[in-house]
């Protein structure tokens, strides 16, 4: 009895070995596989240089604390969610655009001439299932499938607006990182936390499949919400 | 046995592969759990990338009858922690949100999709009879190999 319990946790060791040999090989082959040494989750990385001024844009009513740029005119944040992410924005030394300023920047010309560039952090097939019309895609866990087209028109952008689902969604964040720690001038960069819920809440257009497909549509009109 | 062994294998290999072809999703997944260090990441990297596959591999052993006992053991500790994390997960989500625990409808990173809690729960209960059974019988039937120790 004691031999064969001490055979089978032999026989289960040895198997969790080949098994996690496997997976290393498996996932060395796995053209998308996970990068075992890359930070997917950067933090706090981004210093706002203290030569220039703030940017002339408002952000929502998360930071309260005295000395902040917050307007006294901001509605306060009911959403928990939205809250919490705004502050996370925050924190990482990034700025926050309220859903008001990306519909603002939107609708102005310079957007259609690559003066404000819209960049869109979530999975291709949320993509493709709707994003805001001319937004580039820029997966952050494939970056390198995406950087060399988005860095440019970002670079030559006044603003850069970095959207995911919204609310709880953490990939606009951590592309908006990912965009100021490969050289992007950070106070270009702006996260909108309200994401595509917000904008398909507000039945704003939406445009289907690749950037520029000129399929669009309006927001509600899509099923589901934008998450997965 | 057959039965069982045959059901909790498949069902390893179907949730090893949806986790295998969205390993980023099931990195995500992994994160939320806050069960090991985000920084540096290379453990939070290291369980994304071989936890898939290992499900798989100790999948298609238990289909082709391979050591099975040991493999038995592995998937019914797997099936235990598993359960562990979600289960804590879920007590995560019912404090911050007030959410009635059972009402709590969430993607626990299992490879099945967003699932009740408490069915999920129900049904790792069942998996760890499955590999219990498997575990504990004597029958070999259909078996490849009847045990490595053997060779």
Same mark, same amino acid.
């Given at each position: ?228 | ?54 499900? +798989?591999?100790?999948?298609? =052993? ?6 099975? &006992?040991?493999?038995? *053991?592995? $998937?019914?500790?797997? %099936? ?44 790792? +209960?069942?998996?760890?009879? =499955? ?6 019988? &004597?029958?070999?039937? *259909?078996? $490849?190999?009847?045990? %490595?120790?053997?060779?």
């Amino acid at each position: 009895m004691k031999k064969t319990i001490k055979n089978t946790v032999l026989e289960c060791v040895g198997i969790a070995v080949v098994g996690i040999v496997f997976g290393l090989v498996a996932n060395g082959l796995h053209g998308r596989g996970v990068d075992l040494s890359r930070d997917y989750f950067p933090t706090g990385k981004i210093e706002r240089p203290t030569t220039q001024p703030d940017p002339p844009i408002r952000h929502p009513g998360a930071n309260t604390q005295p000395g902040s740029d917050t307007q006294p005119d901001e509605p306060p944040i009911d959403d928990p969610e939205l809250k919490k992410a705004i502050e996370d924005i925050l924190n990482d030394g990034l700025q926050v655009i309220r859903h008001d300023d990306v519909v603002a920047l939107y609708q102005d010309p310079l957007y259609r001439g690559g003066g404000y560039v819209f960049v869109d952090a979530r999975n291709t097939r949320l993509y493709r299932a709707g994003h805001i019309p001319g937004a580039y895609q820029l997966d952050h866990y494939y970056i390198e499938d995406y950087i060399d087209q988005v860095m440019p028109a970002c670079q030559n952008a006044f603003k850069v607006v970095v959207y995911c689902s919204g609310g709880e969604c953490e990939d606009s964040r951590f592309a908006a990182l990912e965009l100021g720690n490969r050289g992007l001038d950070p106070t270009r960069i702006y996260v909108y936390p309200g994401g595509m819920k917000a904008w398909r809440k507000a039945n704003l257009p939406v445009e289907r499949g690749e950037r520029l497909s000129a399929d669009i549509v309006d927001g509600q009109s899509l099923p589901g919400d934008g998450h997965e | 046995m057959l039965l069982a062994r045959l059901a909790l294998g498949g069902l390893f290999i179907y949730m090893g592969y949806n986790k295998a072809t969205q390993p980023t999703d099931f990195l995500q997944a992994v994160r939320l759990y806050q069960m090991v260090p985000e920084h540096p990441p290379y453990l939070l990297n290291f369980i994304a990338a071989t936890l898939p596959w290992v499900e +798989i591999f100790c999948g298609v =052993l238990l289909v082709v009858g391979v050591a099975l &006992r040991g493999n038995a *053991l592995l $998937l019914l500790t797997m %099936l235990i922690g598993f359960t562990i994390g979600v289960t804590l997960r879920a007590m995560e989500i019912h404090r911050a949100e007030g959410t009635p625990f059972c009402a709590i409808y969430f993607d626990c990173g299992c490879g099945t999709g967003v699932e009740w809690i408490c069915g999920k729960i129900v049904k790792n +209960i069942g998996l760890c009879i =499955l590999a219990s059974i498997v575990l504990l019988s &004597r029958s070999r039937w *259909l078996c $490849l190999q009847v045990n %490595l120790r053997r060779r």
